[in-house]
């Protein structure tokens, strides 16, 4: 693996082997190897971040290397110089770099023109670094998802939906996603996933019975702050107590916060399972660090 560039390139394999190495470093955590010793690690971020960002630095830190955090106000970038160019100088300079933008082909671009290991940390389209995550977190929580159905509630085509389709088409689990007509995968998108273990329904109900994953994220993300109309379609597409009425036994729910109280997620779920979504944010450090150490050169 040279890249983490989305779940959609990765193999089944790949991901097992990610999510074995994460929870080894969780585990080991403070005894640490130093697979980045000396390097530095650009993080180049057009989009606000707080789990990412941090989880980034301190795992750069705590294998060794150092991570240089720039805002796209800090470079040129901000000011219209091309990704291809800014890939060219970086790639002379540092040993790796993790971007969070809004295209995906921009992402791609800079694994290119860089010549270094490039991580998504969040694009329009996907965003692996969390899913890998949220599937650490559903190993630990239910031993995996072996027999398991998976629910999301919510945006049905933003970078989370689009990134646990992947995730169910390698690993071949049940994922049922609710979400307004609005916002549901396009017919193409759907067809070139080829993946009959996905299922989309306006119906949240439906997606949440017998579910022992739901998860769920923000209506509008980043990007689509002045969409406001958008989120009246979501009326009745709050993750709470009565939608997890139906949801099996034992069931988790994620969040890959920022989480919107009463909107996405009412207060009550988020705090009766706030050890679970807590739990999910902290494995952003192990799953990225699972990252760093397999694509560190
Ligand atoms: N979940 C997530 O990516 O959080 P941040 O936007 O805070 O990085
Ligand atoms: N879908 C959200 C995820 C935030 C971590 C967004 O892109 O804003």
């Not at 970086?90 to 290119?112: C, H, K, N, P, W």
């Amino acid at each position: 693996m040279k890249h983490l560039l989305s779940i959609e390139q990765l193999s089944a394999r790949e991901i097992q082997g990610l999510l074995e190495s994460a929870a080894h470093l969780k585990l080991q955590r403070g005894r640490d190897g130093r697979q980045l010793a000396g390097q530095t690690w650009a993080l180049i971020f057009t989009k606000s971040s707080t789990r990412t960002r941090v989880s980034f630095e301190v795992g750069i830190r705590e294998l060794g290397g150092f991570p240089m955090f720039l805002s796209k106000n800090d470079i040129q970038l901000g000011r219209g110089e091309p990704i291809k160019d800014t890939a060219r100088v970086l790639g002379r300079m540092v040993q790796g770099a993790i971007i969070r933008t809004y295209a995906q082909q921009d992402v791609t671009e800079f694994s290119e023109y860089s010549g270094v290991p490039t991580i998504n940390a969040l694009t329009d389209d996907e965003h692996p670094c969390q899913i890998l995550a949220d599937l650490l977190t559903v190993r630990e929580k239910l031993g995996g998802w072996e027999g398991r159905k998976i629910a999301f509630v919510g945006d049905g085509f933003s970078n989370m939906t689009r990134s646990w389709m992947w995730a169910a088409k390698r690993l071949g689990f049940e994922l049922a996603i609710a979400s307004p007509a609005s916002c549901q995968p396009p017919a193409a998108f759907l067809a070139n996933l080829d993946a009959p273990n996905v299922s989309i329904t306006a119906d949240p109900q439906s997606a949440v019975r017998d579910a022992h994953v739901i998860n769920t994220d923000v209506w509008l993300s980043m990007g689509q702050e002045d969409q406001k109309d958008k989120e009246f379609e979501f009326a009745g597409f709050e993750v709470n107590a009565g939608l997890l009425a139906s949801a099996a036994p034992g069931h988790i729910v994620l969040h890959c916060l920022p989480a919107y109280r009463g909107k996405e997620i009412s207060d009550e779920i988020l705090e009766l399972h706030a050890d679970t979504i807590f739990q999910e944010a902290e494995n952003r450090l192990h799953a990225q660090k699972a990252i760093l150490v397999a694509i560190a050169r």
